[in-house]
């Protein structure tokens, strides 16, 4: 069994900052990728930024310059720095792990979401 646990979203303002943290534990045995995808009512969810590997990001288009991800490999975490928010980003931000599960092989895993709300 693995979990996924997020922390960190909240209310801000127009061109504030939010950090998001979220941690994988259980049955790991490797980590392929960590990352976030954010979902609004009657919307698709899409991809935020995920770290490959413990070393390669990648971003939508839509955060790039805005939005650091970090994360340890060892420490199966992955965090999402997030500065000059705008209105767009309001949004249920999930993480997901892309792990090598014991016993099962290779997997992914959701957390329950994390919601950010960008508002004047």
């Known amino acids: 069994q693995v979990q996924v646990v997020e922390s960190g979203g909240g209310w801000v303002q127009p061109g504030g900052s939010l950090r998001l943290s979220c941690a994988a534990s259980g049955n790991i045995l490797s980590l392929y990728a960590m990352g976030w995808y954010r979902q609004v009512p009657g919307k698709q969810r899409e991809l935020v930024a995920l770290?490959?590997?413990?070393?390669?990001?990648i971003y939508a288009d839509s955060v790039k310059g805005r939005f650091t991800i970090s994360g340890g490999k060892a420490k199966n975490t992955v965090n999402l720095q997030m500065n000059s928010l705008e209105f767009e980003d309001t949004a249920v931000y999930y993480c997901?792990?892309?792990?090598?599960?014991?016993?099962?092989?290779?997997?992914?895993?959701w957390g329950p979401g994390t919601q950010v709300t960008v508002s004047s």
């Open positions: 770290m490959i590997d413990g070393s390669i990001p």
């Open positions: 997901k792990a892309h792990i090598a599960e014991s016993g099962v092989g290779e997997n992914e895993y």
